[in-house]
């Protein structure tokens, strides 16, 4: 099936090159075999074909119904190859300029996504929306706070921009923050997020019981109880939450008290990696097959999530690539960095056994004052099987202490430092 759908993407690339109507016919027939990608393209055909009110209309259609599906596509490999013809094709940067901006964050082109999510965001004209997505890109690369100024002037009507205000303001102002969620919950009083996020904006020691009276308030689902459980074990031990979910690293990074090797274990395009190069890290190495997903992650994401396409990535000068699978890279280069100690390991490549595989090479480099930080640690669907339990695994068996330095506030990360090895 994926032959068959590359197959029509490239006939209606060709196509489209010279004008060929019959790019319309292979939409046709995509649209039955692969209906997201076929219904984006459609846009891009009808208005290289010169009908820009069908144009309009399909965008309009994948505006209202196919985005949200395409964004969960973007990384199977077919969504990948799709992207690729969107982006040479092009015309959707006018026309449905939201989808253009999340299609380049798709294929791992932040900082142009990122300036075309805030074009948009700060158009006079602009939606809420628009505002609220170009917050999101601006947390995902750790700089929220440029997004303040339009998110501010939408937290009155925009449930959405409240929520990433409350996000963005909990770093520096618990208030505004705390008035913020307060306000995306008056709005929209079905977002539980945002109750959570209220309850960390008390004060460390009122925040348990707060988030225990939380428990008959929200929803029922996994979701809402999960990310509560992490809630309350983040509570429990008493670390702080930090908004902007990127800045743990950052906060990782920052409290590193020792010298030595930067690895990141689980790279995709690279975005974190060139997070900390960009924080002033002169040397990292990024560990990562490129294929994706090994294995299906407990319900999560499919094996071959997050591939590139095999591509490597662009990344920064500062930053050396191993391409292969864990089992074939990480050993290789503990043993020949046998004398190096280790200043802080980014564990994102979300499965338990990856993370074990992880934990077997590089653990053994861990000193006191290592940072360790995870990227799916705890509060959602269970997290308790994945990188949490390999980490409680290795530490107990190997008699790492540790203490929590931050817990991302409404996403899945923490980071904790080395207290301790057993000699
Ligand atoms: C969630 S992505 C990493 C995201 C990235 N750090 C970022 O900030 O965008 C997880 C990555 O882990 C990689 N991965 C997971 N298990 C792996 C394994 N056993 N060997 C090699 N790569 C693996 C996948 O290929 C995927 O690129």
């Not at 026309?95 to 999510?117: H, M, N, T």
């Not at 974190?272 to 294995?295: I, K, R, S, Y």
């Given at each position: 099936m994926q032959q068959y759908t590359d197959q029509l993407v490239e006939s209606i690339r060709q196509r489209l090159a010279v004008g060929d109507k019959r790019a319309r016919e292979d939409c046709a027939t995509l649209i039955k075999a692969a209906p997201d990608v076929g219904v984006m393209l459609l846009a891009v055909v009808e208005e290289r074909l010169g009908d820009f009110d069908a144009a309009r209309q399909a965008a309009q259609k994948v505006e209202e119904h196919q985005l949200q599906t395409a964004m969960e596509l973007y990384s199977s490999a077919r969504c990948f190859q799709a992207m690729h013809a969107l982006m040479e094709v092009g015309a959707r940067r006018q026309k449905i300029p939201l989808a253009w901006a999340q299609s380049l964050w798709g294929v791992g082109r932040y900082e142009q996504s990122y300036a075309a999510f805030e074009a948009e965001a700060t158009r006079?004209?602009?939606s809420a929306e628009a505002v609220a997505r170009f917050a999101q890109s601006a947390i995902m690369l750790g700089r929220g706070e440029l997004a303040l100024p339009v998110i501010d002037q939408r937290v009155e009507q925009h449930s959405g921009c409240a929520l990433q205000g409350g996000l963005i303001w909990y770093d520096q102002d618990q208030e505004r923050s705390a008035y913020c969620f307060r306000r995306a919950r008056a709005l929209?009083?079905?977002?539980w997020q945002a109750l959570i996020g209220e309850a960390a904006c008390q004060p460390k020691e009122q925040r348990l019981d707060r988030l225990q009276a939380l428990a008959g308030q929200l929803p029922e689902g996994d979701r809402a109880a999960a990310m509560l459980a992490g809630h309350m074990y983040a509570a429990e031990h008493q670390a702080p939450f930090i908004g902007q979910s990127p800045l743990v690293l950052k906060a990782g990074l920052d409290s590193a008290s020792t010298d030595g090797l930067v690895l990141e274990c689980?790279?995709?395009?690279g975005r974190t990696l060139n997070l900390m190069a960009q924080w002033g890290v002169e040397a990292a190495h990024g560990f990562d097959c490129?294929?994706?997903?090994p294995a299906d992650w407990n319900g999560q994401e499919a094996s071959?999530?997050?591939?590139?396409?095999?591509y490597l990535p662009v990344v920064s000068e500062s930053v050396q690539l191993h391409r292969g699978l864990f089992e074939h890279t990480l050993q290789g280069f503990a043993d020949e960095h046998q004398q190096s100690q280790i200043r802080l390991l980014h564990v994102d490549c979300d499965l338990y056994t990856s993370a074990t595989e992880v934990l077997k090479a590089f653990?053994?480099?861990?000193?006191?004052g290592s940072i360790v930080v995870h990227d799916?640690?705890?509060?959602?669907?269970?997290?308790?099987?994945d990188e949490f339990r390999a980490w409680q695994e290795f530490t107990g068996d190997a008699g790492v202490a540790y203490d929590y330095l931050g817990f991302g506030l409404l996403g899945r990360e923490a980071a904790v430092r080395v207290r301790s090895v057993q000699s």
């Amino acid at each position: 099936m994926q032959q068959y759908t590359d197959q029509l993407v490239e006939s209606i690339r060709q196509r489209l090159a010279v004008g060929d109507k019959r790019a319309r016919e292979d939409c046709a027939t995509l649209i039955k075999a692969a209906p997201d990608v076929g219904v984006m393209l459609l846009a891009v055909v009808e208005e290289r074909l010169g009908d820009f009110d069908a144009a309009r209309q399909a965008a309009q259609k994948v505006e209202e119904h196919q985005l949200q599906t395409a964004m969960e596509l973007y990384s199977s490999a077919r969504c990948f190859q799709a992207m690729h013809a969107l982006m040479e094709v092009g015309a959707r940067r006018q026309k449905i300029p939201l989808a253009w901006a999340q299609s380049l964050w798709g294929v791992g082109r932040y900082e142009q996504s990122y300036a075309a999510f805030e074009a948009e965001a700060t158009r006079s004209s602009s939606s809420a929306e628009a505002v609220a997505r170009f917050a999101q890109s601006a947390i995902m690369l750790g700089r929220g706070e440029l997004a303040l100024p339009v998110i501010d002037q939408r937290v009155e009507q925009h449930s959405g921009c409240a929520l990433q205000g409350g996000l963005i303001w909990y770093d520096q102002d618990q208030e505004r923050s705390a008035y913020c969620f307060r306000r995306a919950r008056a709005l929209e009083p079905g977002i539980w997020q945002a109750l959570i996020g209220e309850a960390a904006c008390q004060p460390k020691e009122q925040r348990l019981d707060r988030l225990q009276a939380l428990a008959g308030q929200l929803p029922e689902g996994d979701r809402a109880a999960a990310m509560l459980a992490g809630h309350m074990y983040a509570a429990e031990h008493q670390a702080p939450f930090i908004g902007q979910s990127p800045l743990v690293l950052k906060a990782g990074l920052d409290s590193a008290s020792t010298d030595g090797l930067v690895l990141e274990c689980g790279v995709y395009f690279g975005r974190t990696l060139n997070l900390m190069a960009q924080w002033g890290v002169e040397a990292a190495h990024g560990f990562d097959c490129f294929e994706g997903l090994p294995a299906d992650w407990n319900g999560q994401e499919a094996s071959g999530a997050y591939s590139t396409g095999g591509y490597l990535p662009v990344v920064s000068e500062s930053v050396q690539l191993h391409r292969g699978l864990f089992e074939h890279t990480l050993q290789g280069f503990a043993d020949e960095h046998q004398q190096s100690q280790i200043r802080l390991l980014h564990v994102d490549c979300d499965l338990y056994t990856s993370a074990t595989e992880v934990l077997k090479a590089f653990g053994p480099m861990l000193q006191s004052g290592s940072i360790v930080v995870h990227d799916d640690y705890c509060g959602y669907p269970g997290w308790q099987g994945d990188e949490f339990r390999a980490w409680q695994e290795f530490t107990g068996d190997a008699g790492v202490a540790y203490d929590y330095l931050g817990f991302g506030l409404l996403g899945r990360e923490a980071a904790v430092r080395v207290r301790s090895v057993q000699s």
